[in-house]
């Protein structure tokens, strides 16, 4: 389907609900693939592969352009929708969530942080290490430590090569939008309700951070997912779309679920 800007974007199931969802650094809907399938039994699930991957790897990415792109999803539908972003699309959805605050129905953040100390240096090792190795190799490694050792070499694989499709630039400069941009002032003025989901073994953004970002938020939904690493939806998908169906049908957890 198209948006009115021209953007592709997939919808499944025929749930009333609509959830948007946004993937990480590097990644298109392709992140999406094992979740999808449980959420889409109670839910319209809507993905799209982001400017600069997948389809659209073409186009510069930005945390603006991104942004725009969640607007005009939410603006072409009838009713509030749910928001969920992963890692990178922590930024992007959290900043769609407040500049389109009465269409929002719930937002889940998975993986997310306030932000990382030494952005640029951390960006600049980044290319050097892909000047060295290439994304190809870069994507193996990634897989093969983001994961969990019990996920499937399949699900590994695939992650591994979707990565080594992004152009290097492109993945450079995805990187430095969030790497240099803070989520502190961005997240203390979402007013949905709000879920924050992390990964038990996630190295990346750990456990100690998605405290800090429910605290910035004042949101007491906060989860760990046992046996999951900084890709939630592909270690535990079922768990995963178990806890976020539940929040997007109530707006709200009960304490022990």
Same mark, same amino acid.
């Given at each position: 389907?198209?948006?009115?800007?021209?953007?592709?974007?997939?919808?499944?199931?025929?749930?009333?609900?609509?959830?948007?969802?946004?993937?990480?650094?590097?990644?298109?809907?392709?992140?999406?693939?094992?979740?999808?399938?449980?959420?889409?039994?109670?839910?319209?699930?809507?993905?799209?592969?982001?400017?600069?991957?997948?389809?659209?790897?073409? #186009?510069?990415?930005? $945390?603006?352009?991104?942004?725009?792109?969640? =607007? +005009? %999803? *939410?603006? /072409? &539908?009838?009713?509030?929708?749910?928001?969920?972003?992963?890692?990178?699309?922590?930024?992007?959805?959290? #900043?769609?969530?407040? $500049?389109?605050?009465?269409?929002?129905?719930? =937002? +889940? %953040? *998975?993986? /997310? &942080?306030?932000?990382?100390?030494?952005?640029?240096?951390?960006?600049?090792?980044?290319?050097?290490?892909?000047?060295?190795?290439?994304?190809?190799?870069?994507?193996?490694?990634?897989?093969?430590?983001?994961?969990?050792?019990?996920?499937?070499?399949?699900?590994?694989?695939?992650?591994?090569?979707?990565?080594?499709?992004?152009?290097?630039?492109?993945?450079?400069?995805?990187?430095?939008?969030?790497?240099?941009?803070?989520?502190?002032?961005?997240?203390?003025?979402?007013?949905?309700?709000?879920?924050?989901?992390?990964?038990?073994?996630?190295?990346?953004?750990?456990?100690?951070?998605?405290?800090?970002?429910?605290?910035?938020?004042?949101?007491?939904?906060?989860?760990?997912?046992?046996?999951?690493?900084?890709?939630?939806?592909?270690?535990?998908?079922?768990?995963?779309?178990?806890?976020?169906?539940?929040?997007?049908?109530?707006?709200?957890?009960?304490?022990?679920?």
């Amino acid at each position: 389907m198209k948006a009115p800007n021209g953007l592709v974007y997939y919808r499944q199931g025929v749930g009333k609900e609509t959830i948007l969802m946004h993937p990480s650094l590097g990644l298109g809907r392709f992140l999406f693939h094992r979740l999808s399938p449980f959420l889409t039994q109670d839910y319209s699930v809507v993905t799209w592969d982001p400017r600069g991957v997948g389809d659209r790897r073409d #186009r510069e990415p930005s $945390l603006s352009g991104w942004v725009d792109d969640v =607007l +005009t %999803l *939410i603006e /072409a &539908s009838d009713e509030p929708v749910h928001l969920l972003g992963i890692s990178l699309g922590t930024w992007v959805m959290g #900043r769609a969530a407040v $500049l389109a605050s009465d269409q929002i129905a719930s =937002l +889940t %953040l *998975i993986g /997310a &942080s306030l932000g990382f100390a030494g952005g640029e240096e951390e960006v600049a090792r980044r290319r050097q290490q892909l000047n060295d190795e290439g994304m190809a190799e870069f994507g193996k490694r990634y897989a093969e430590t983001t994961l969990m050792p019990a996920t499937q070499k399949e699900i590994k694989d695939n992650l591994a090569i979707e990565l080594g499709l992004v152009k290097p630039e492109s993945y450079l400069t995805a990187m430095k939008a969030i790497y240099t941009e803070g989520n502190q002032t961005v997240f203390s003025e979402i007013r949905c309700p709000t879920l924050v989901l992390v990964g038990q073994q996630d190295q990346r953004t750990p456990p100690a951070m998605a405290d800090a970002v429910a605290e910035t938020i004042h949101t007491p939904y906060v989860r760990i997912i046992p046996r999951a690493g900084h890709l939630a939806v592909l270690d535990q998908p079922g768990r995963v779309a178990a806890i976020v169906s539940a929040f997007c049908r109530w707006r709200r957890l009960p304490p022990d679920y």
